[in-house]
Protein backbone atom coordinates (compact mmCIF):
# COMPACT_ATOMS: atom_id res chain seq x y z
CA UNK A 1 0.00 0.00 0.00
CA UNK A 2 2.50 2.51 0.74
CA UNK A 3 4.19 1.30 -2.11
CA UNK A 4 1.34 2.32 -4.36
CA UNK A 5 0.72 5.79 -2.65
CA UNK A 6 4.40 6.53 -3.37
CA UNK A 7 4.26 5.30 -6.72
CA UNK A 8 0.51 7.28 -7.20
CA UNK A 9 2.60 10.54 -5.87
CA UNK A 10 5.51 10.44 -8.28
CA UNK A 11 2.93 10.02 -10.97
CA UNK A 12 1.12 12.76 -10.28
CA UNK A 13 4.49 14.98 -9.69
CA UNK A 14 5.60 14.01 -13.62
CA UNK A 15 2.32 14.07 -14.74
CA UNK A 16 1.96 18.16 -13.41
CA UNK A 17 5.62 19.15 -14.02
CA UNK A 18 5.70 17.69 -17.82
CA UNK A 19 6.44 19.66 -20.39
CA UNK A 20 2.99 19.89 -23.13
CA UNK A 21 5.12 20.02 -26.92
CA UNK A 22 3.57 20.08 -30.29
CA UNK A 23 5.40 18.24 -33.35
CA UNK A 24 4.60 19.96 -36.47
CA UNK A 25 5.00 18.74 -39.84
CA UNK A 26 6.68 21.08 -41.89
CA UNK A 27 6.28 21.09 -46.17
CA UNK A 28 9.31 23.47 -48.16
CA UNK A 29 7.62 26.72 -49.05
CA UNK A 30 5.16 28.87 -46.78
CA UNK A 31 3.16 26.92 -44.22
CA UNK A 32 0.45 28.10 -42.36
CA UNK A 33 0.93 27.99 -38.39
CA UNK A 34 -2.50 29.31 -36.78
CA UNK A 35 -2.07 27.13 -33.76
CA UNK A 36 1.45 26.69 -33.11
CA UNK A 37 2.77 29.24 -30.07
CA UNK A 38 5.76 28.48 -28.04
CA UNK A 39 9.65 27.66 -27.15
CA UNK A 40 10.85 26.12 -30.39
CA UNK A 41 13.14 23.19 -28.83
CA UNK A 42 14.11 21.53 -32.01
CA UNK A 43 14.01 20.98 -35.83
CA UNK A 44 14.26 17.73 -38.01
CA UNK A 45 14.87 17.46 -41.45
CA UNK A 46 14.78 14.06 -43.82
CA UNK A 47 16.46 15.29 -47.01
CA UNK A 48 16.17 13.50 -50.65
CA UNK A 49 19.58 15.04 -51.28
CA UNK A 50 22.43 14.27 -49.36
CA UNK A 51 22.97 16.94 -47.97
CA UNK A 52 21.17 20.37 -47.71
CA UNK A 53 20.49 23.38 -45.52
CA UNK A 54 17.49 23.63 -44.59
CA UNK A 55 16.37 26.88 -42.71
CA UNK A 56 13.00 27.77 -41.05
CA UNK A 57 11.93 31.31 -40.43
CA UNK A 58 8.86 33.03 -39.07
CA UNK A 59 7.09 35.23 -41.81
CA UNK A 60 4.51 37.86 -40.40
CA UNK A 61 3.02 40.95 -42.05
CA UNK A 62 1.78 44.29 -40.77
CA UNK A 63 -0.62 46.76 -42.76
CA UNK A 64 -0.47 50.24 -42.37
CA UNK A 65 -3.58 51.51 -42.90
CA UNK A 66 -4.77 55.27 -44.65
CA UNK A 67 -7.61 57.27 -44.35
CA UNK A 68 -9.64 57.68 -47.30
CA UNK A 69 -11.83 60.76 -48.29
CA UNK A 70 -14.45 61.87 -50.06
CA UNK A 71 -16.26 65.77 -51.12
CA UNK A 72 -19.19 66.04 -49.46
CA UNK A 73 -21.51 69.16 -50.03
CA UNK A 74 -23.93 70.66 -47.99
CA UNK A 75 -26.49 73.44 -48.60
CA UNK A 76 -26.77 76.41 -46.49
CA UNK A 77 -28.93 79.30 -45.74
CA UNK A 78 -26.71 82.66 -45.25
CA UNK A 79 -28.64 86.00 -44.11
CA UNK A 80 -26.57 88.51 -44.82
CA UNK A 81 -27.24 92.37 -43.40
CA UNK A 82 -25.50 95.58 -41.80
CA UNK A 83 -25.18 95.82 -38.43
CA UNK A 84 -23.90 99.39 -36.53
CA UNK A 85 -22.63 99.92 -32.94
CA UNK A 86 -25.86 102.76 -32.16
CA UNK A 87 -23.21 106.00 -32.68
CA UNK A 88 -23.49 106.06 -36.22
CA UNK A 89 -19.41 105.76 -36.47
CA UNK A 90 -19.51 102.33 -37.47
CA UNK A 91 -21.60 100.19 -40.01
CA UNK A 92 -19.98 96.46 -41.20
CA UNK A 93 -22.07 93.83 -43.08
CA UNK A 94 -22.23 90.75 -41.84
CA UNK A 95 -23.41 87.17 -42.47
CA UNK A 96 -25.20 84.86 -40.43
CA UNK A 97 -25.40 80.72 -41.43
CA UNK A 98 -28.19 78.65 -41.26
CA UNK A 99 -30.42 79.93 -38.40
CA UNK A 100 -31.45 83.66 -37.50
CA UNK A 101 -32.54 85.19 -34.64
CA UNK A 102 -33.35 89.40 -34.55
CA UNK A 103 -33.28 89.19 -30.75
CA UNK A 104 -29.53 87.96 -31.14
CA UNK A 105 -29.06 91.26 -32.94
CA UNK A 106 -30.54 93.85 -30.61
CA UNK A 107 -29.79 96.19 -27.57
CA UNK A 108 -30.96 97.63 -24.84
CA UNK A 109 -31.76 101.50 -25.45
CA UNK A 110 -33.21 104.40 -23.08
CA UNK A 111 -35.69 105.28 -25.84
CA UNK A 112 -37.81 107.91 -23.11
CA UNK A 113 -36.29 108.95 -19.50
CA UNK A 114 -35.85 105.87 -17.31
CA UNK A 115 -37.64 103.42 -19.92
CA UNK A 116 -35.40 100.95 -22.07
CA UNK A 117 -36.35 98.88 -24.57
CA UNK A 118 -34.75 96.18 -27.24
CA UNK A 119 -33.93 98.09 -30.18
CA UNK A 120 -32.26 96.11 -33.01
CA UNK A 121 -28.70 97.10 -34.51
CA UNK A 122 -29.43 95.80 -37.70
CA UNK A 123 -29.88 98.60 -40.53
CA UNK A 124 -31.70 97.68 -43.60
CA UNK A 125 -32.93 94.70 -44.74
CA UNK A 126 -32.22 91.09 -44.21
CA UNK A 127 -31.29 89.17 -47.54
CA UNK A 128 -31.02 85.55 -46.73
CA UNK A 129 -29.73 83.62 -49.72
CA UNK A 130 -28.54 79.68 -50.51
CA UNK A 131 -24.84 78.12 -50.88
CA UNK A 132 -23.51 75.46 -51.00
CA UNK A 133 -20.18 74.45 -49.18
CA UNK A 134 -18.07 71.15 -50.24
CA UNK A 135 -15.98 69.68 -47.38
CA UNK A 136 -13.42 66.81 -47.70
CA UNK A 137 -14.36 63.97 -44.59
CA UNK A 138 -13.25 60.44 -44.00
CA UNK A 139 -14.98 58.08 -44.93
CA UNK A 140 -13.18 55.36 -44.14
CA UNK A 141 -9.76 53.10 -44.10
CA UNK A 142 -7.82 51.98 -46.95
CA UNK A 143 -4.96 49.72 -46.64
CA UNK A 144 -1.62 51.16 -47.39
CA UNK A 145 1.84 50.11 -47.33
CA UNK A 146 2.10 46.41 -46.04
CA UNK A 147 5.78 45.22 -44.55
CA UNK A 148 6.68 41.75 -44.11
CA UNK A 149 8.65 40.72 -41.27
CA UNK A 150 10.89 37.37 -41.68
CA UNK A 151 12.82 36.20 -38.60
CA UNK A 152 15.21 32.91 -37.88
CA UNK A 153 13.79 30.05 -35.87
CA UNK A 154 16.64 27.15 -36.96
CA UNK A 155 19.00 25.95 -39.56
CA UNK A 156 19.46 22.70 -39.81
CA UNK A 157 22.32 21.43 -41.99
CA UNK A 158 21.55 17.67 -43.26
CA UNK A 159 24.07 15.07 -44.26
CA UNK A 160 23.28 11.72 -45.29
CA UNK A 161 19.85 12.63 -45.86
CA UNK A 162 19.17 13.93 -42.48
CA UNK A 163 19.45 16.42 -39.97
CA UNK A 164 18.41 17.89 -36.88
CA UNK A 165 19.28 21.25 -34.69
CA UNK A 166 17.50 23.04 -31.60
CA UNK A 167 18.38 27.46 -32.15
CA UNK A 168 21.19 29.01 -30.39
CA UNK A 169 19.04 30.81 -28.21
CA UNK A 170 16.30 30.85 -26.65
CA UNK A 171 13.51 31.68 -29.74
CA UNK A 172 9.94 31.91 -29.49
CA UNK A 173 7.43 31.52 -32.46
CA UNK A 174 4.17 33.09 -31.80
CA UNK A 175 2.42 34.60 -34.56
CA UNK A 176 2.43 34.01 -38.30
CA UNK A 177 3.52 31.80 -40.34
CA UNK A 178 6.56 29.69 -41.14
CA UNK A 179 8.63 29.50 -44.06
CA UNK A 180 11.00 26.32 -45.10
CA UNK A 181 13.78 26.80 -47.72
CA UNK A 182 16.59 25.16 -49.37
CA UNK A 183 14.46 21.48 -48.86
CA UNK A 184 13.03 19.62 -51.75
CA UNK A 185 9.19 18.91 -52.38
CA UNK A 186 9.62 15.33 -51.14
CA UNK A 187 11.93 16.04 -48.04
CA UNK A 188 10.16 15.52 -44.37
CA UNK A 189 10.60 18.55 -41.98
CA UNK A 190 9.57 18.21 -38.73
CA UNK A 191 9.47 21.21 -35.41
CA UNK A 192 8.99 20.44 -31.98
CA UNK A 193 7.18 23.37 -30.34
CA UNK A 194 7.09 23.47 -26.07
Known sequence: M??????????AFFAATATFADVVALRPGLNSAPSIRG?????????????????LKSVCSVTQYTNAYRDVTTAHTVYS??????????AFTTNVWDTFAYDDWTTQAETAPGVTNDVTRIVGLVTPSRTNTTESVVFGR??????????????ISASSHYGSDSPETTTYFLSGDILVTGAGKDDIITLLVE
Open 2 to 11: KKFAILFALS
Open 81 to 90: FTVTNWNDTA
Open 39 to 55: RIAAAEAVTVEASATVA
Open 142 to 155: LPGTTYLVTNDLVT
